[in-house]
Nanobody, 124 residues
Framework: QVQLVESGGGLVQAGGSLKLSCAVSGRTFSTATMGWFRQVPGKEREFVAAILWSNDRRDYADSGKGRFTISRDNAKSTVYLQMNSLKPDDTAVYYC?????????????????WGQGTQVTVSS
């Protein structure tokens, strides 16, 4: 059984930083493209960042470029999302996801497994 467990969310003031983690178990982590998405009530899940398993290429949504950094530690089966200069608009539930196929990283439907989500709240 594949499990993805996020941690690191919380309440932070605008301009602050948070680092999210997502630990994967049940399947080989090093062959998964890992993505971070976020969602607010009433809106569709939104792509944030992804890191490919094959070459560690990183993709970012425009909203996070220059502020967010995705990374992975294959030895720990964990993917991270470092978020700096946070804004109130970044408030959302953040989900990590794993794709073991050859999907398009920004497309949520291409991911095979999802975590339960972690709340990030940025106060103004």
């Amino acid at each position: 059984q594949v499990q993805l467990v996020e941690s690191g969310g919380g309440l932070v003031q605008a301009g602050g930083s948070l680092k999210l983690s997502c630990a994967v178990s049940g399947r080989t982590f090093s062959t998964a493209t890992m993505g971070w998405f976020r969602q607010v009530p009433g809106k569709e899940r939104e792509f944030v960042a992804a890191i490919l398993w094959s070459n560690d290429r990183r993709d970012y949504a425009d909203s996070g470029k220059g502020r967010f950094t995705i990374s992975r530690d294959n030895a720990k089966s964990t993917v991270y999302l470092q978020m700096n200069s946070l804004k109130p608009d970044d408030t959302a539930v953040y989900y990590c996801a794993a794709d073991y196929g050859l999907g398009y990283p920004p497309r949520a439907d291409d991911y095979d497994y999802w975590g339960q989500g972690t709340q990030v709240t940025v106060s103004s």
